[in-house]
């Protein structure tokens, strides 16, 4: 198996595709989360910090299909943003959309994959995909620890 890094240090728990979860802090004096991790509270400027893991399930706030390619991504790829369960509105590429395509509020779900290739190391990152049988109506189920065994 080839060599894997992250793209980032400290964002992911793991490589793993079906497992990761993506880290966060809270704050203990404003209660709000920052993603990524930071040592100083981005809402109250607080140091007063905890680590946790983000759930893997969110829905899109919104997306583009990208179609010119740049640097290692080749086009058309899509990124968007995904809204997650703990109030947090992250930044991802999105995977798994060219047969059904997207849809605002779609259900999405967190995995790993390969973004490029750097020193004989293929460099990973988070990417969100379509949950298949997604309903709008539904409220996003939360992700149980018990969900990745
Ligand atoms: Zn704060």
């Given at each position: 198996?080839?060599?894997?890094?992250?793209?980032?240090?400290?964002?992911?728990?793991?490589?793993?595709?079906?497992?990761?979860?993506?880290?966060?802090?809270?704050?203990?004096?404003?209660?709000?989360?920052?993603?990524?991790?930071?040592?100083?509270?981005?809402?109250?400027?607080?140091?007063?910090?905890?680590?946790?893991?983000?759930?893997?399930?969110?829905?899109?706030?919104?997306?583009?299909?990208?179609?010119?390619?740049?640097?290692?991504?080749?086009?058309?790829?899509?990124?968007?943003?995904v809204?997650?369960?703990?109030?947090?509105?992250?930044?991802t590429?999105i995977?798994?959309?060219?047969?059904?395509?997207?849809?605002?509020?779609?259900?999405m779900?967190m995995?790993?994959?390969?973004?490029?290739?750097?020193?004989?190391?293929?460099?990973?990152?988070?990417q969100f995909h379509?949950?298949?049988?997604?309903?709008?109506?539904?409220?996003?189920?939360?992700?149980?620890?018990?969900?990745?065994?």
């Amino acid at each position: 198996m080839e060599k894997q890094k992250p793209f980032l240090p400290n964002i992911l728990t793991s490589l793993d595709p079906t497992s990761a979860r993506l880290l966060a802090s809270r704050c203990r004096d404003c209660g709000r989360i920052g993603f990524p991790a930071r040592p100083v509270c981005i809402f109250c400027h607080g140091r007063n910090l905890e680590e946790i893991q983000l759930g893997r399930r969110g829905r899109i706030h919104t997306f583009t299909i990208c179609r010119m390619p740049v640097a290692d991504l080749k086009a058309p790829y899509a990124i968007g943003y995904v809204d997650l369960p703990e109030g947090v509105r992250v930044f991802t590429r999105i995977s798994g959309w060219e047969e059904k395509g997207l849809e605002i509020g779609m259900e999405m779900e967190m995995e790993t994959g390969r973004l490029y290739e750097a020193e004989g190391e293929a460099v990973v990152a988070y990417q969100f995909h379509p949950v298949e049988g997604w309903r709008g109506d539904q409220p996003v189920a939360p992700t149980k620890d018990d969900d990745h065994a």
